[in-house]
């Protein structure tokens, strides 16, 4: 898959609910999320282990994306995999975790992008986009959502974040 990505911190995560509503984005609900990184040669990994709050139903699942670190919209390609895809695909992977990631996401949906509001355990509060360029989307079309959607949140954010959360 490839999406198209954004991600700064958030300052005000009230009037960012009050824009979701504005872009007409639809809540979809609230995930526990825990994320453990481990070094691939190219590209990140992650196992994440994520349960619905409301409804305390749970999953794994490994992913694997590859960006480039920018503070503006990029791109990004990503897969999800299961333990028996990860073993083909790294069947050498030293299985230890550089890093784990804690967080309570709020996810918002607008069309295809995803609105993420991130409360990352010793980190703070986030704001992610998401457009996801699925099978036939144009990237372009998807791009020029995310951006008007930056423009929209920007009262409600504070400084671009370049990285993965696993880096700062």
């Known amino acids: 898959m490839r999406n198209i990505e954004f991600k700064s911190e958030l300052r005000n995560i009230d009037l960012a609910r ?21 070094i691939v040669p190219e590209g990140r990994l992650k196992r994440r282990i994520e349960r619905d709050e409301q409804t305390g ?5 490994w992913i694997w ?11 990004s390609r990503w897969t999800r995999l299961d333990e028996q ?8 992977l030293e299985r230890r975790i ?4 804690v967080k309570r996401r709020e996810f918002w949906r607008a069309e295809n992008i995803r609105i993420h509001f991130d409360a990352v355990a010793g980190l703070g509060t986030y ?42």
């Open 65 to 75: 994306y590859d960006r480039v670190d920018r503070t503006t919209a990029c791109s």
């Open 127 to 168: 704001f992610e986009l998401e457009g996801v360029v699925g099978i036939g989307d144009d990237p372009a079309e998807t791009r020029l959502k995310v951006g008007t959607l930056i423009d929209k949140f920007r009262p409600a954010l504070g400084e671009a974040v370049s990285g993965s959360y696993a880096d700062l």
């Open 85 to 92: 895809q990860v073993a083909v695909r790294w069947p050498n």
């Open 98 to 101: 550089t890093r784990v990631i």
């Open 18 to 38: 009050a824009i979701c509503y504005v872009v007409n984005a639809h809540r979809i609900g609230v995930l526990l999320q825990t994320d453990e990184y481990l």
């Open 57 to 61: 139903s749970a999953r794994e699942e």
